[in-house]
């Protein structure tokens, strides 16, 4: 009994049966295969990194039908635009070649006005237009350019009248006095600027400008000066004058050969200046006694008189 029971108690260790050599190498070529095709799924997942070579592709474009036609409508459009503005100056070349050329267009009449120091044939060949010419040829800016260049004009203007009439109208400088520079003679304007030699053939009288010293300060007044002198009531005008001498300390200084007579009116205050001397120089002229007095001055809102001594005055002498 005891050995039964010995016998009962004992644990027998479980083995499992050992499979077969070729069903075991049939399993593990199972295991193989699958984890080959496990390798090659996932292989085939992974993304491919081979690198895309850079291009340039241009963008595609909506293009239909009927933009063709829109295009294609303005290029025709464009094309007849194109070919009337060439028609058209070609046609004005011809046009204009024909008036250039036509005797239909000659120049038959020229009127010259306004000019007195400058000669109506030195006008004519300075700005080259003549009878017999083309009138639609003529320029007429370059024309109007070249009279200007004349010290002599101070502007000019020209009128075309077709078929072949041309008005030329000029302004000229007006000489006021005479000035010298480098030993040489020339006109001066009403300001006292330079405007032509003097010569044998444009001499006038006129009074001589002298500068003196600080006279290149009243120099600017010198236009005012001669406009008011002319309306401020002396019995003699400015042509009679022999000369002007401008001064900081004598201001306008006049002589009149006529009477032999020096007047001095002080820059201050000028204008009420020459009403009161050209009062005086008035009433004495009235009176007959500007032969008495040798020069008068006025300055500081008074006036004074030097009477001429008994001898007989030297004619265009200066004090």
Known sequence: MAMNSERKNRRVPYEPKR???????????????????????????KP??????????????????QAFWRVLRWAIALSLIAFLMFGAAVGLLKAYR??????????????????????????????????????????????????VKNPWVESVSIRRELPGRFTINIKERKPVFFGKKDQSLF??????????PVTSRNFRSLPMLELGPGGDDILPHLGDFVAKFGSSGFPFRLEQISWVRLSAASGFEI??????????????????NLKRIASVVSDIEKRKETARVSSIRASDGQVWMTRAPEEEKKPGSKP
């Open 187 to 196: 006109f001066l304007n009403i300001k006292g600027q330079l405007i032509a």
């Open 255 to 272: 002589y009149w050969e006529a009477r032999r007579m020096h007047l001095a009116i002080g820059f201050e205050q000028w204008q009420e």
């Open 98 to 147: 024909f008036c250039v050329t036509s005797p239909f267009f000659a120049i038959t009449e020229i009127h010259v006005s306004g000019n007195v120091q400058v000669s109506t044939a030195e006008v004519l060949a300075t700005c080259g237009i003549r009878k017999g010419a083309n009138s639609v040829a003529v320029k007429i800016h370059e024309a109007e350019q070249r009279l």
């Open 19 to 45: 499979r077969s050599s070729a069903a075991s190498s049939a399993a593990q070529g199972a295991k193989g295969s699958g984890r080959k095709n496990v390798r090659k799924a996932g292989e085939a997942k």
């Open 48 to 65: 491919s990194r081979r690198k895309k070579r850079k291009g340039f592709s241009l963008p595609s474009l909506p293009f239909s039908s």
